[in-house]
């Protein structure tokens, strides 16, 4: 739990859940979500999986420009993109799968930029989130 809260973010989903609408309380984000239909549903609209990606790939970029910086590993061109995967678990209900791709580019060592991956991993408030709790893939290309 953090010793301070800086900021809460409020949205409220109405309609049926998967099948519904989300909306922020400031109105940033107003849409409808849908069940994708690679899981039976008819898809056309956004869904929780991406609204989640979109969430941890950006907040897990900042943390890497923020540590990096700390740790004096200079990025210069960088991407993150998370692939967040949903399927049953074995006892029933659904579970994640993560997988955060990291680009690097800028002449960045390979050793570098994984010590700078980690560092942001142990920093960013969703790896902290999904720590010990969800499968996180980190994955590091230098360019």
């Known amino acids: ?12 989903s109405t ?3 998967r099948n519904g609408h989300v909306r922020s309380s400031d ?13 039976g549903g008819e898809g056309g609209a956004t869904n929780p999986e991406q609204l989640f990606a979109s969430g941890y ?6 943390a890497l420009k923020g ?9 210069v061109d ?3 993109t998370a692939e967040v995967g949903i399927g049953p678990n074995e006892g029933g209900g659904f579970g994640l799968a993560i997988t955060l791709h990291v680009e690097l580019g800028g002449g960045v060592s390979q050793e570098d930029a994984e ?6 991993h ?6 902290n989130a999904t720590r010990n709790n969800v499968d996180v893939k980190l994955e590091v290309e230098v360019d």
């Open 67 to 75: 540590s990096s910086k700390v740790h004096g590993v200079d990025i």
């Open 57 to 62: 790939a950006a907040c897990f970029h900042s």
């Open 27 to 39: 109105g940033l984000i107003d849409a409808d979500v849908r069940t994708p239909k690679e899981m």
């Open 115 to 120: 010590k700078a991956v980690a560092v942001a």
């Open 122 to 127: 142990q920093w960013c408030p969703y790896s």
């Open 15 to 17: 309609g049926d859940g």
């Open 1 to 12: 739990m953090p010793e301070k809260i800086l900021y809460t973010a409020v949205s409220t």
């Open 78 to 80: 960088s991407a993150v």
